[in-house]
């Protein structure tokens, strides 16, 4: 008997132990994600420099949908202030070339997301981008909103961006 009432202790003990294992948001990442409602951050969609010295993403698609995105793929930029402990939104001063949406597909296309933040000095920042844009069933919109998100030290003593792109006025902000 008193075997049986250890075990159920242990049993209660690791039961209880478990259910505290789970993923518990950060009040930063809580705060992040209500930026963003009704945005689903895609596991298998991946943003990635496309070099060191240049200030433009590369956006990868491994889910098995598509996505839609506007042609400024819905970039938006954030950087973190711990004291306040808020994300500031920054204004992105990039124009995109084209007005066209992009559909980015699994293994089959990427895009590319230029980022131009208007900050002034030159104190390295943490920089936060987040995109947007709606999953695709049979190339049509199922009205949810999938995103991905990169943070990374941006230093804006090399802001370049490659030479078939050139900064425009942004209406957005």
Not at 14 to 21: H, P, Q
Not at 32 to 50: D, H, Q, R, W, Y
Not at 95 to 119: K, R, T
């Amino acid at each position: 008997m008193r075997h049986i009432k250890t075990i159920s202790l242990l049993l209660i003990f690791f039961m209880v132990g478990c259910s505290t294992l789970s993923p518990i948001r950060s009040k930063k990442e809580s705060a992040f994600l209500e930026l963003i409602p009704g945005v689903t951050i895609a596991n298998k969609l991946e943003l990635s420099p496309l070099s060191p010295d240049v200030d433009v993403l590369v956006l990868e698609n491994f889910e098995d949908y598509c996505i839609q995105f506007p042609a400024d793929y819905n970039a938006r930029l954030f950087t973190y202030d711990p004291q306040a402990e808020e994300w500031l939104e920054i204004k992105n001063n990039m124009g995109f070339p084209s007005p066209e949406p992009a559909v980015v597909c699994p293994e089959v296309s990427s895009g590319l997301v230029p980022f131009f933040p208007d900050i002034s000095g030159d104190e390295k920042i943490t920089l936060r981008i987040v995109v947007s844009g709606e999953k695709l069933a049979d190339g049509i919109s199922t009205g949810e909103m999938a995103g991905a998100y990169i943070e990374f030290q941006w230093d804006p003593s090399h802001n370049t961006l490659p030479d078939f792109w050139v900064p425009q006025p942004s209406t957005d902000l």
